[in-house]
């Protein structure tokens, strides 16, 4: 038996892969990531949103708590401690410090804080604003706001902001 021969016996079951069977390994992964690397990024923006609108219910719910405990909705300039209220419009103002705070009501009751903090918008959102906005009317009803990632939410579910 000769060299060539025995060496073939040997390794002739062990052969590597073709060039072609590799090329369509490569291209089955090509084509798999191709799909995976959209999705994902659609998951991060739909997060982002979907903590937006979270953080909109939690703060419309203080607000509201707020609002029955001192009789009327919080004035966003004051931080004071004897339930400031306003009674005028207020559009896409910054929210009022005075959620953080004890408040001493009419009849002499303390409520509150009403939130532990001001939630921030969540991270990688690219938008207006650098916090929630608030906005409220003469009548009592109010909306908190929040815009980015090409998206607007607001505290009632919607999708737009004033």
């Not at 040997?10 to 060039?19: A, D, E, I, V, Y």
């Not at 979907?50 to 919080?74: E, N």
């Amino acid at each position: 038996m000769t060299a060539f021969r025995s060496m073939r016996l040997t390794f002739g079951s062990k052969r590597g892969f073709t060039l072609i069977e590799l090329l369509i390994v490569v291209a089955i992964i090509g084509i798999l990531a191709a799909i995976a690397v959209p999705l994902y990024a659609n998951v991060q923006a739909r997060a982002r949103i979907a903590k937006a609108q979270a953080d909109t219910r939690a703060i419309a719910s203080a607000v509201s708590i707020y609002s029955a405990h001192c009789g009327g909705l919080p004035n966003p300039g004051s931080g004071a401690a004897t339930c400031p209220t306003s009674t005028a419009n207020q559009a896409n103002q910054p929210l009022s410090p005075a959620l953080l705070i004890q408040q001493n009501n009419a009849q002499g009751q303390i409520g509150g804080p009403f939130l532990n903090s001001l939630p921030t918008l969540p991270s990688g959102w690219t938008g207006n604003g650098a916090s929630y906005r608030y906005d409220a009317t003469a009548a009592g009803t109010f909306q908190l706001c929040a815009s980015g990632d090409t998206v607007s939410v607001n505290s009632n579910g919607g999708t737009t902001c004033p």
